[in-house]
């Protein structure tokens, strides 16, 4: 894809994945993209760079647009391998070139490059950089999501370069949310950036205020967000910070995500009459079999549902390993704010149940009384055991639900 314009002398000159499927693990079903922008001023700043596979993808752009040896900055925004592990090719062309980096991000570039060669800037909240007409103001953002994280805005243009923040895994003819909404839909844009912001930003929700906070004290009102992955928000921008503020302080829907695995279709089989239950209470609900879905679509429905009851197998008196897979990545992500249960059959001795239900606890969600399991198949009495629980499953869930 060729350069595209931002604002005048302002250009993505980044790369779209078409085929990348999995990235780190987190299952991408439609691509990604991966953002970086030049900026053609007195000056020529090129701000982030692009995963290594796409480093001549890059490279071919950005010579569309200026001869690379007459770059004179580099601003690296996030440190992590998707944005500069091209960073060698381009400083191989522009060695002349100044690095703008937090303290940390230099720390880490040091283990990926030999660096002795570059020169560097290390820069803070509020260090300023002139370029010609146009100024850049450097915004540290340690957690979102790595140490080094940094975001960095051009006052003149009213753009902020907000490196994965407000990204999405999306590859996309479009670059602008409002041709992708145009093409596709906002019900489409609005998934993916919930999805990312679940499967990434989780753990870093309760600095997310404090962050937006800290931009409006520094005077910053974008007219366009651009993020590292994904479209690039002109249109939308109330309504992405809505949504992130939203999450950040924990909004759910009142609804019930049904997450479970089965070795005989018996614990299946509970999930039918405790979603019935769940429904006749007014409460939505989804049923979500770990190994039949990915991940990452798991982890967005835990997400944005109120509650989530846990169904596993009895294998060897413990959970089921895909469970405990499941529940070892939201325990990384330290979800707030949702409620959980635990339910499931055994044939022996039993154990799965009450293992999941010590582990929701140890992640610190709010608890529904201990796990409900039944042996071997469920009977028709079990069946209505199962239809009462998910009944008093969504009353508490209603209740807890209104303390938000
Ligand atoms: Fe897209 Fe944290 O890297």
Request: include cysteine; aromatic fraction near 10%.
């Amino acid at each position: 894809m060729k350069p595209v314009e931002l604002k005048k002398g302002i250009y993505w000159v980044g790369a779209t994945d078409w085929a990348v499927r999995d990235f780190h693990g987190y299952e991408t079903p439609r691509g990604t993209s991966y953002n970086n922008y030049l900026i053609k001023d007195t000056e020529i700043t090129l701000v982030d760079t692009v995963k290594h596979d796409f480093s001549h993808v890059t490279l071919e752009n950005i010579k569309r647009l200026v001869d690379p040896s007459k770059i004179r900055h580099v601003v690296i925004n996030h440190i992590e391998n998707d944005h500069v592990t091209s960073l060698d090719k381009i400083m191989a062309l522009s060695p002349e070139a100044t690095i703008h980096i937090t303290e940390r991000g230099k720390k880490g570039l040091d283990r990926f490059f030999d660096t002795s060669k570059w020169n560097f800037n290390l820069v803070k909240t509020g260090d300023t950089l002139k370029i010609g007409k146009r100024t850049l103001i450097f915004i540290e953002t340690p957690m979102l999501h790595w140490p080094d994280s940094m975001m960095t805005y051009s006052p003149e243009e009213r753009i902020l370069f907000s490196q994965d923040a407000f990204g999405q895994h999306l590859a996309s003819a479009g670059r602008f949310d409002d041709e992708f909404c145009k093409s596709e839909s906002m019900v489409e844009l609005e998934d993916a950036v919930v999805d990312y912001y679940a499967n990434i930003l989780m753990p870093f929700g309760p600095l997310i205020n404090g962050k937006i906070e800290d931009l409006k004290k520094l005077g910053i009102e974008p007219e366009i967000i651009a993020p590292d992955h994904g479209v690039i928000w002109r249109s939308h921008i109330p309504k992405v910070l809505e949504s992130y503020l939203g999450m950040a302080n924990g909004k759910a829907e009142l609804s019930v995500s049904i997450i479970y695995d089965t070795m005989w279709q018996s614990t299946e089989r509970m999930t039918i009459p405790i979603a019935e239950g769940i429904r006749d209470e007014g409460v939505n609900y989804k049923i979500l079999k770990l190994r039949a879905t990915p991940m990452n679509v798991i982890i967005k429905e835990f997400w944005k549902s109120r509650g989530a009851l846990i169904g596993t197998p009895t294998l060897n008196n413990i959970m089921f390993p895909s469970v405990a897979g499941f529940l070892s990545h939201i325990r990384g992500l330290r979800p707030k704010g949702r409620i959980a249960g635990s339910f499931g059959s055994f044939g022996w001795g039993g154990g799965g149940v009450r293992d999941v239900f010590a582990k929701i606890r140890e992640i610190g969600l709010e608890t529904f009384e201990p796990g409900f399991e039944i042996l071997y198949r469920p009977s028709q009495d079990d069946e209505a055991s199962c239809y009462d629980f998910g009944k008093k499953f969504a009353r508490r869930v209603k209740k807890y639900h209104s303390t938000f």
